[in-house]
C-alpha cells in the first residue's frame, strides 16, 4: 500500500465549475500537506500548503485537511482553462527531509 | 528573487553510462532534494543535502550520488545508467528546519537512456 494515494483521472469538467481533488494517506505522522500544480513538462509549482488539520483558502484555492479520516482536499472555485494542469498532493512529517507524493490527478477545464 | 534552475533540460544516454546534473538553488535557501519523476507518477524522494552532506535519502542505490557546493547549488550523479532510470529529474530548494517542507522545484531535467 502506498503511503499516499491520489486518483489519477483524468478528470475533465467545464469552465466554471467547481473541481474537487483529493487525497488519502496512511501515515498518521504526517504534519504538513502541500498542493503542487504541474504544467506539461516542467516543474511542480506549490500552490498551498496546510499545517495539521483545518482549511486554508488562497484566491479561488481552498485547501481542507482533515487528520481523523486521513483525507485532504483541495477545491477550484470558478475554474478556468488555464488551471488545466496535473495536481500532486505531497506531505511531510515535521522536521523530515523529504516530501511524499500521491500520482497527481490530471484535469482538464474545457471552455 | 532568482528561482531554482537545472540543467542540461534534455538528456539522452545510453545503458551503462554515467551522468551528471545541475542545479542552482532559490537565492536565500541553503538546502537542495532531489526526486525522480517517472511518467505518470508523483516525485520520489532521491537525497537532500544541507551543508554540503547527504541529510537523508530515499529508497534508491549508491549508484545515485550528489554533491553540494558552497554556494548551495548541487549535483545529481547516476552510474551505469539503467533503462528504468529515464525519467524527468528535479531539484527542489527550500530552507531548513521549520520552513523545510516548503521545497520550490525546479523546471526538471529530462533523461532518456536507451
Not at chain 2, 545510453?14 to 535557501?29: A, E, F, I, N, P
Not at chain 2, 554533491?67 to 539503467?82: G, H, W
Not at chain 2, 529515464?86 to 532518456?112: D, I, M, V
Amino acid at each position: 500500500q502506498k503511503e499516499v494515494e491520489q486518483d489519477p483521472g483524468p478528470l475533465s469538467v467545464p469552465e466554471g465549475a467547481i473541481v474537487s481533488l483529493n487525497c488519502t494517506y496512511s501515515n498518521s505522522a504526517f504534519q504538513y500537506f502541500m498542493w503542487y500544480r504541474q504544467y506539461s513538462r516542467k516543474g511542480p509549482e506549490l500552490l498551498m500548503y496546510t499545517y495539521s488539520s483545518g482549511n486554508k483558502e488562497d484566491g479561488r484555492f481552498t485547501a481542507q485537511v482533515d487528520k481523523s479520516s486521513k483525507y485532504i482536499s483541495l477545491f477550484i472555485r470558478d475554474s478556468q482553462p488555464s488551471d488545466s494542469a496535473t495536481y500532486l498532493c505531497a506531505m511531510s512529517v515535521q522536521g523530515a527531509q523529504k516530501l511524499v507524493f500521491g500520482q497527481g490527478t490530471r484535469l482538464t477545464i474545457n471552455p | 528573487e532568482t528561482g531554482v534552475t537545472q540543467s542540461p533540460t534534455h538528456l539522452i544516454k545510453t545503458r551503462g553510462q554515467q551522468v551528471t546534473l545541475r542545479c542552482s538553488s532559490q537565492s536565500g535557501h541553503n538546502t537542495v532534494s532531489w526526486y525522480q519523476q517517472a511518467l505518470g507518477q508523483g516525485p520520489q524522494f532521491i537525497f537532500q543535502y544541507y551543508r554540503e552532506e547527504e541529510n537523508g535519502r530515499g529508497n534508491f542505490p549508491p549508484r545515485f550520488s550528489g554533491l553540494q557546493f558552497p554556494n548551495y547549488s548541487s549535483e545529481l550523479n547516476v552510474n551505469a545508467l539503467e533503462l528504468d532510470d529515464s525519467a524527468l529529474y528535479l531539484c527542489a530548494s527550500s530552507l531548513a528546519g521549520p520552513l523545510a517542507h516548503e521545497q520550490y522545484f525546479g523546471p526538471g531535467t529530462r533523461l532518456t537512456v536507451t
